[in-house]
């Protein structure tokens, strides 16, 4: 098709006459039509202009559940770095080790994390990260940024693998400058281990290997909740327990150094506090790693805060596995306990709630005692001033009973004595 011919007037207005010819009209309707499609796309924001607003659109895309975790949690994760005497080895066994970084070779130091926990500048973190030191400070902030601080010990719960921390806000930094702005201090957002997902995202903020990789910034890991409720081998053979019951089991890497820092969900609340790793090789992985459940560490926060220690239980009550023979000869059914009440002392939680001696332990918490450690296992975690549900079997009736848990008198008078917490 020949392209067509636009006529042009003798007075030379080419202009006019353009816009008049059937051609120059479908253009400017063209033109119009694009505009307009070009103001719709503005206006909705499905397109944007070239420059800074299409790198900041382009940026937002990126950002997923994961990114928008770590946004809400890092801010709240501290580095501290430990000096003291010469640190043993631990009681661990060949399938354990602790993930903080110890200094070898006539070193003094090691490196674990910890979070910010409430208000206060109270850092939460592993009992075997602080554990020995005699100088501890907190890396608060990244690298640019960030200062270093003192920190004091106001509590540790070995028997949950916990202590609580706290920085001075007054105290000069590592650049001598004087105080410390409270937007630095940013308490972690708090989750509920209980509703936890096996297979959910599971974000790891620590600072694996710390001066080793040439920072002391947190890094990430990420995994999924492999599994809940998960029970570890006491660290001391001599106990029946250790410090590792209930735990959160998750594939996210938590390396030397990681210790004491959180492990965050998708929402970046803190469900967890890295503690532990699981290895046939001992400086190898193996992809398996744990968490206390943040549930614990809370109350066990509040007591380390209060009182500086976790408050011993009491119930007041001795019990003991009896043969199954002699179980035979007094007539209880097996299904019906193996535990008798050999002791109660007078006045005790357990006397005020009914029990006597020669009673059937048969339910603890609606569980089954079917031993002295698997009812030492069910009362593990009691606070004082809780309630505990039981159920025995006297003269042949089943009796229920609810024991009101109080603090141990001995520990309570030697907590006493040594008096409150010291805290700022």
């Given at each position: 098709m020949e392209a067509p011919v636009i006529p042009r007037a003798v007075d030379g207005s080419v202009t006019r006459r353009f816009w008049q010819h059937p051609a120059g009209g479908g253009l400017l309707a063209g033109i119009g039509l694009g505009c307009a499609m070009l103001a719709v796309a503005l206006a909705t924001g499905r397109l944007v202009l070239p420059g800074r607003d299409a790198v900041f659109e382009l940026r937002q895309s990126r950002k997923s559940a994961i990114v928008r975790a770590v946004e809400s949690a890092h801010r709240s994760v501290v580095t501290?770095?430990?000096?003291?005497?010469?640190?043993?080895?631990s009681p661990v066994d060949d399938l354990l080790w602790l993930p903080f970084?110890?200094?070898?070779?006539g070193d003094y130091h090691w490196v674990g994390s910890g979070f910010f926990i409430g208000t206060g500048g109270f850092i939460l973190t592993n009992d075997h990260v602080v554990e020995g030191a005699e100088h501890l400070v907190v890396s608060v902030g990244d690298a640019s940024q960030g200062m270093s601080l003192t920190a004091e010990r106001v509590g540790s719960a070995p028997q949950f693998d916990l202590?609580?921390?706290?920085?001075?806000p007054l105290a000069a930094d590592a650049s001598g400058a004087l105080g410390a702005p409270q937007s630095q201090f940013v308490p972690a957002r708090l989750g509920d281990s209980d509703d936890l997902m096996v297979g959910e995202w599971a974000i790891a903020i620590g600072s694996p290997f710390g001066a080793e990789l040439g920072s002391l910034d947190p890094s990430v890991s990420v995994g999924?909740?492999?599994?809940v409720r998960r029970d570890l081998p006491p660290t001391d053979p001599v106990q029946t327990l250790?410090?590792?019951?209930?735990m959160i089991q998750t594939d996210a890497a938590i390396n030397e150094g990681n210790s004491g820092g959180p492990l965050v969900n998708a929402n970046g609340e803190v469900v967890g506090v890295n503690a532990v790793n699981f290895s046939t090789v001992r400086q190898g992985s193996t992809g398996i790693h744990f968490a206390i459940p943040i549930n614990t560490a809370k109350w066990v926060a509040a007591?380390?805060?209060q009182y500086g220690a976790v408050r011993k239980p009491w119930i007041g009550w001795s019990v003991s596995e009896i043969d199954p023979e002699v179980q035979a000869r007094l007539q209880v059914p097996e299904d019906q306990g193996t535990l008798r009440v050999t002791q109660i002392v007078p006045g005790s939680p357990a006397d005020q709630a009914g029990i006597r001696v020669d009673d059937w332990l048969t339910s603890i918490r609606g569980l089954d005692p079917y031993s002295k450690a698997r009812a030492e296992r069910i009362l593990f975690g009691t606070s004082a001033d809780s309630d505990v549900p039981v159920e025995v079997l006297r003269d042949g009736h089943l009796r229920?009973?609810?024991?009101?848990?109080?603090?141990d008198p001995q520990s309570r008078a030697d907590r006493?004595?040594?008096?409150?917490?010291r805290t700022r």
């Open positions: 501290i770095r430990a000096e003291g005497g010469r640190r043993e080895s970084n110890v200094g070898r070779d202590a609580l921390l706290q920085v001075d999924v909740i492999s599994a250790g410090p590792y019951l209930e007591e380390l805060r229920r009973a609810v024991i009101h848990v109080i603090e006493e004595a040594r008096g409150a917490p």
